[in-house]
C-alpha cells in the first residue's frame, strides 16, 4: 500500500473479511495474503502521527481454487 501523511504515518492495520491480519509502523507497508477461495474484502485503517485515523476504501475480490 502506499500511504502518506504530511505529519508522518504512526501505523497502518491491515484488514481482511473484518478481522485485523497485520499491523505495521514503517515502511514497506506490504501485507501478503494467504486466502482460501472465495469471495473476500481488505481494507486499511491508518493513524498519523497526530492520532488521526482513517480508513481507506474496502475492496472486494475473488479467489479462484
Given at each position: 500500500?502506499?500511504v502518506?501523511?504530511?505529519?508522518?504515518?504512526?501505523?497502518v492495520?491491515?484488514?481482511?473479511?473484518?478481522k485485523?491480519?497485520?499491523?505495521?509502523?514503517s515502511?514497506?507497508?506490504?501485507?501478503r495474503?494467504?486466502?482460501?477461495?472465495?469471495?473476500?474484502?481488505?481494507?486499511?485503517?491508518?493513524?498519523?502521527?497526530?492520532?488521526?485515523?482513517?480508513?481507506?476504501?474496502?475492496?472486494?475480490?475473488?479467489?479462484?481454487?
Amino acid at each position: 500500500a502506499v500511504v502518506e501523511d504530511q505529519v508522518g504515518v504512526e501505523s497502518v492495520q491491515w484488514w481482511v473479511n473484518g478481522k485485523r491480519v497485520l499491523t505495521q509502523n514503517s515502511p514497506p507497508f506490504v501485507y501478503r495474503l494467504t486466502a482460501t477461495g472465495g469471495n473476500h474484502s481488505a481494507y486499511l485503517k491508518v493513524r498519523d502521527s497526530a492520532g488521526n485515523e482513517t480508513l481507506s476504501e474496502e475492496i472486494n475480490f475473488q479467489v479462484k481454487p
